[in-house]
């Protein structure tokens, strides 16, 4: 059971715009700490996306965003394409737990 | 280009200890970073396992710290994870990973990047 929620899929249609919620509490997110995310590809290994809420690492696209207010945070996906296929895991820390903490994961769908 | 890469047995027997080792490319580990594990069992998400800096200084996930050692070895610009008396909850991919950072004043935001491809681990008899 995670401390960080996020819906287990979204879909969209090529070009459309979708966001992922990840939702936590007044000891992760909301006390705070950052949020990063992260795209899995099937079978590959996970990469960064997103880091300090709202920093594309380069080489990112663009279409990638993301955004953060009280205990939640979003990553927002516009032209959503073909190729966006995969699961998107938020990160953050609780202080609670003294832990990393990781949300369940969200598949996007296209 | 940071370059990681794992290694270790595909098959443990339950109770024994699996020792994992992450060899870094292009970025030396004794550089002001700590690195990281981070693992994934079959179909679910993701669990970070601890982070440690060739200083020494090492954190664990609570529930796993009993269990878990990380240590470095600069000589081979490696680092290794040694989990103990693993069972079957204990099969998934691991992954090797630096430990990106930037201050926000009252703390150090910490994220995974870049990862390595992974290794699978199986704890079966």
């Known amino acids: 059971q995670s401390v960080l929620t996020q819906p287990p899929s979204v879909s969209g249609a090529p070009g459309q715009r979708v966001t992922i919620s990840c939702t936590g509490s007044?000891?992760?997110?909301?006390?705070?700490?950052?949020v990063h995310w992260y795209q899995q590809l099937p079978g590959t290994a996970p990469k960064l996306l997103i880091y300090g809420n709202t920093n594309r690492p380069s080489g990112v696209s663009d279409r990638f965003s993301g955004s953060k207010s009280g205990t939640s945070a979003s990553l927002a996906i516009t032209g959503l394409q073909a190729e966006d296929e995969a699961d998107y895991f938020c990160q953050s820390y609780d202080t609670s737990l003294s832990d990393y903490v990781f949300g369940p994961g969200t598949k996007v769908s296209v | 280009q940071v370059q990681l890469q794992e290694s270790g047995p595909g098959l443990v027997k339950p109770s024994e200890t699996v020792s994992l080792t992450c060899s870094v490319s292009g970025f030396s580990i004794t550089s002001d970073f700590y690195w990281g594990w981070v693992r994934q069992p079959p179909g679910k998400g993701l669990e970070w396992i601890g982070n440690?800096?060739?200083?020494?200084?090492?954190y664990y996930k609570s529930s796993l710290k009993t269990r878990v050692t990380i240590s470095m070895d600069t000589s081979k610009n490696q680092f290794s994870l040694y989990l103990s008396s693993v069972t079957a909850a204990d099969t998934a991919i691991y992954y090797c990973?630096?430990?990106?950072?930037?201050?926000?004043?009252?703390?150090?935001?910490?994220?995974?990047?870049?990862w390595g491809q992974g290794t699978l681990v199986t704890v079966s008899s």
């Open positions: 007044s000891s992760n997110v909301g006390a705070g700490y950052d």
């Open positions: 990973t630096r430990v990106d950072y930037h201050s926000r004043g009252y703390y150090f935001a910490k994220w995974f990047a870049p």
């Open positions: 440690s800096h060739h200083s020494g200084t090492t």
